[in-house]
């Protein structure tokens, strides 16, 4: 006798052989906020769910649906592909955010998951049947080796140690059909996400105008006309999006029809990776608004932090406010007429030495601007450089001693990491003027937190970066002729972005273009090591600007 059951179990089974891809998949399994999974409230996320591309990169605005995406192909790779998958976030932190936040509500709200996953308590790993997720940080290497997994997704790409990208990617090689997902809201143009989307079919949403039937795209400011010019002003209210070819008001309540419309439209159709992006403009929810938006774009006249916020959050585009990086022109206006190794005049000698696969240094000696009614001795002290240059790291400490000893610093400043053993010795080598530096974000600004029993000092990185930069648009920084090249290129790396911090006050934060940024820290840590030889200096007087 056949059963009602062995009957829901025949028809079940010809269902899941009919879901051939995760759209379908997500449409048939998934229940979000109480309800199954639709496609009308974000149609642009349609298509990412069901690219084959092996690189799929979704550079976003924020609030946009796509973490559900990750969700969702993560799910159907496990449950139809049967994959074990690799999803990264930035910290160890994160994943357990995400196991707890994303993951756990997922599960509990949907019987057909709940049914999949066997085993879900630790934290990292969730078992499936013969499938497994691993939720790992970006940030250990150890922990993202020997996983082979078919599908990787890496959530928040601006925010991970971009270093380990290529070793997550590893992981799926030798798998039959691998897929890597990169999601992440950008930050500054040629970083992190935006260095593959720049490499990918660049493909953006368009829909059909209910007017003239002409397929386009919201497209700041083209489509939005600002009624109003402060964000106290009440004609905000009459705020509305437009067609840029026809000029027919498109009305926000309407894009649950306008949009259903929509396509992707690549800007480059040979390329292996598939890239997309989608701005606010196209939200259905209350951020999508045209008020919302011009009341985010206004704010931005008066406040970097609001700028940088609409730029990468509401557009989803990667943005340098004005002023938050040098020019090669600015450094360049800071060379004088003598040559490096030039014998040093002032009896103040500041050495910087950063620390990566080369040891940079910088050179400095330091004369006072008796016109200056600064307090802090940076800020009224003009730094004269007179050497700067690489040294190989395999020659090691006994170089870095001889560079000192050389120059008679009285203070030097080594970064702490990577080698924090030889950057020990050297400061116990020479107590008293060298010190290991740490960054620390609790340390005020412009201030040095010392601890002689360490040989280390601790200082907040954006304050002292804002001080040493500043140095090239004052001019307080005189530059040999024969600076190299090198130098100069590094000095333009930094970048100051704005941001806002968990209780919403705004805060900056320098960010690296391309990690080429050695010089700039060798010039950071010389510019603290002039606390150091103050220090040391007692009564001697530091000289007069030549």
């Not at 930035?90 to 995400?98: Q, V, W």
């Not at 008066?302 to 943005?319: C, I, M, R, V, W």
């Amino acid at each position: 006798m056949i059963t009602h059951d062995f009957l829901e179990r025949i028809q079940s089974g010809l269902e899941r052989r009919g879901i051939d891809r995760c759209s379908k998949w997500a449409e048939r399994y998934r229940v979000l906020k109480g309800e199954r999974w639709s496609f009308k409230e974000f149609p642009w996320t349609r298509e990412p769910h069901d690219c084959k591309s092996e690189y799929i990169v979704i550079r976003k605005a924020a609030q946009m649906g796509f973490t559900e995406v990750a969700l969702n192909l993560t799910f159907y790779k496990i449950d139809i592909i049967h994959d074990d998958c690799l999803y990264v976030l930035p910290t160890e932190s994160d994943a357990s955010d995400f196991s707890s936040g994303r993951f756990d509500p997922a599960l509990a709200e949907c019987e057909h998951l709940q049914k999949l996953f066997s085993d879900v308590n630790n934290v990292g790993l969730k078992r499936a049947g013969n499938s497994t997720l691993y939720v790992r940080g970006s940030k250990s290497r150890s922990k993202l080796k020997s996983i082979p997994t078919g599908h990787i997704t890496l959530d928040e790409v601006e925010e991970m140690a971009q270093e380990n990208i290529p070793l997550a990617f590893e992981r799926a090689s030798g798998q039959r059909c691998p897929q890597k997902l990169l999601i992440s809201t950008p930050i500054v143009p040629k970083k992190g996400i935006d260095v593959y989307y720049q490499n990918s079919s660049q493909s953006e949403f368009n829909f059909k105008c209910p007017g003239c039937n002409s397929y386009i795209t919201f497209e700041f400011p083209d489509s939005l006309v600002i009624t109003g010019d402060h964000v106290n002003d009440p004609n905000l209210a009459n705020c509305h999006y437009i067609c840029t070819r026809c000029k027919k008001i498109l009305k926000h309540e309407d894009k649950w029809e306008y949009l259903s419309t929509g396509i992707y439209v690549p800007k480059f159709k040979d390329r292996e990776m598939t890239g997309y992006t989608v701005s606010q403009l196209y939200s259905m929810r209350p951020v999508g608004t045209p008020k919302n938006i011009a009341l985010a774009y206004l704010k931005t006249k008066a406040d970097p932090t609001e700028e940088q916020e609409f730029f990468n959050s509401k557009l989803g585009k990667p943005h340098i406010v004005a002023n938050s990086q040098l020019c090669e022109a600015e450094v360049d206006a800071c060379k004088k007429p003598y040559l490096r190794r030039t014998p040093a005049k002032s009896k103040i000698i500041t050495i910087g030495i950063d620390v990566g696969k080369h040891f940079h240094y910088e050179v400095d000696e330091w004369y006072e601007d008796k016109s200056s009614n600064e307090k802090l001795i940076n800020e009224r002290a003009v730094a004269r450089l007179l050497d700067t240059n690489e040294i190989p790291l395999e020659e090691g400490e006994d170089a870095l001693i001889k560079l000192i000893r050389s120059w008679k610093a009285t203070g030097v400043v080594i970064d702490i990491q990577p080698e924090q053993l030889l950057a020990y010795r050297l400061a116990k080598r020479f107590p008293g003027i060298c010190y290991m530096c740490k960054f620390v974000s609790s340390v005020a600004a412009k201030h040095i937190a010392f601890n002689d029993n360490e040989r280390q000092i601790n200082v907040n990185r954006t304050s002292w970066l804002d001080l040493s930069l500043k140095r090239f648009r004052k001019q307080s920084i005189k530059l040999p002729v024969d600076i190299p090249p090198a130098y100069v290129e590094h000095m333009t790396k930094l970048i100051r972005v704005y941001e806002k911090d968990s209780d919403g006050n705004p805060v900056g934060r320098y960010i690296s273009a391309d990690d080429t940024d050695h010089y700039a820290f060798a010039r950071v840590y010389a510019e603290i090591a002039l606390g150091i030889a103050n220090k040391n200096r007692r009564h001697q007087t530091i000289g007069t600007p030549i």
